[in-house]
């Protein structure tokens, strides 16, 4: 069995941001040599998501606004106990959760077994600063 | 290392619908001849979902009023952004997050290692077509 | 490829609760004596959860507040009609399908491939009693 690793980064302008980000984990792929197995994506992160979902910005924007709705952005104390430690990103763990953690997708014949629509998103809730997502691949 | 690939087709004669593939999953299991590893079970689509939870007609009636709940159909392009683009299918996109794309499940001794009440489904949330399932085990 | 399995044992003293189970799903792997590959930890049960995120005691409050807005424990047969099969946690279905399942975690150099505050938690939402979380690692 071989196995590679492979972390990639991001910083995001806004507090918030979603990001194909299917042809970085190609390129690792690529790199790996690993032609059958399995491939984890995941957020090292724990108010980041990385999930499988269409390219549409129109459907980036129902997300968000899905999000926002269910979890509203709220850095006063009242809201979310979690801010009372002097943080301001409780919304940002709770959409993290909605949203998921991780992928873990098929690799066949090199590739990433895909469906026609389906793109690997980082979707970042406290952005403004570098964060990471870990690649691992095992297989032969 | 060994690996297996199998796709299953479904197809839901109505919008929306729960679809219990566990005795589909350990057929292509049982065809792998994989005794240790796991199995990854992942909707194709991206307005569909693969969870695992009980088979009681009950409760597939309370995730199908908790999702419309959340995310409620409307072909409009008022609510749905993505619906601006042509499609009905923006709150399917939500509803699959909030369900998850794929499980991964152990394989030991040649079964899915499961807890008691543990089944598979697959969640349609835009039938009426054909679509896919990926089953994709790897050990040994 | 090698792999382990373990069953890890929990009961909580109240309905819900929320567990760092992370030094358990170490020394799971330590026994293992796995360096490179895969672990999956999911729940057995389909009322309970594993998720990674911090280990905050507001965050923990934060999650609980946010599921039980979602989804109310209401063991009533009208609110949730898998109630109406004499279950009183139709609630408990819905808030671990928020939650999710299982959580993959990447294994490099035997040890668990984490950011800086990630780590594994078991949610119940229907306890006082026992109940079992699996751990499953594939590797070399």
Same mark, same amino acid.
């Given at each position: 069995m071989k196995s590679y690793r492979e972390e990639l980064w991001f910083s995001t302008p806004e507090r918030r941001g979603y990001l194909n980000i299917t +042809?970085? $984990?190609e390129a690792a792929l690529a790199r790996s040599g690993i032609q059958e197995g399995m491939i984890l994506v995941n957020a090292m992160h724990i108010t980041a998501s990385v999930y499988i979902n269409d390219d549409?910005? +129109?459907l980036?924007?129902?997300f968000d606004a899905f999000l926002e709705q269910l979890a509203p952005f709220d850095p006063s104390p009242q809201r979310y106990r979690h801010n009372r430690t +002097?943080?301001?990103n409780g919304d940002a763990h709770l959409k993290r959760q909605v949203m998921g953690r991780e992928v $873990? $997708?098929?690799v066949t014949d090199g590739r990433l077994d895909f469906g026609p629509w389906?793109?690997?998103f980082y979707a970042e809730f406290d952005g403004r600063r570098r964060k990471r997502v870990l690649v691992k691949i095992i297989g032969d």
């Open positions: +042809g970085q $984990v549409e910005p +129109g980036l924007s129902d +002097g943080e301001d $873990v $997708v098929a389906e793109q690997i």
